[in-house]
């Protein structure tokens, strides 16, 4: 009857144990409505769990990611990951209240207490239906390269033809599509 008992109480320990879990990510499959992800727990265990996210922000977690996960009554089978964190690339320069969102060493927004963006990016691109902010950007180049000044031979081009404006103005343009 004691064995039984001990026994009882092991599994039930494991169990317990098994809640909330640390883990790695080993590979990600974000196909679904919820993304899988294969993991392995610090206890050396391999399975696959649920990714749950805030609404409004996706992200996939690069394999060595560490992950923080609950698994109903310590069954791994219905495990889902709360969490993921990459720690080597994380910002790590944030005041008290200020958000970051980060993908790769050299890919950063923060958002600072003074109401500042920082952005480290290579390339912005914006996209919508309407195109409006290059229509502008667009027709203001366009009202640069076609302004012209008074002299005493008549009007006369405000810009020297070696000026950069047409060529900006074609860059604009192929934002449009």
Known sequence: ?????QRLFKQVGARLQNIVTRGKVLSANQSGARGKIKIQASNGEIFEAEEVQLYGFSSYAPAGSEVVLVSRGGNRDSS??????QGAIRPRDLASGEV???????VV???RNNG????????IKIENDSHELVEVLSDLVQAIIDARTQTALGPQPLLNPADPFPAIKLRLDSFKV
Do not use: P, Q, W
């Open 109 to 111: 927004l923060k958002l």
């Open 1 to 5: 009857m004691i064995l039984e008992l």
């Open 80 to 85: 889902l990951v709360l969490a993921s964190n």
């Open 100 to 106: 970051a969102i980060f993908a790769g060493d050299n």
């Open 116 to 123: 500042n963006l920082e952005a480290t990016l290579s390339k």
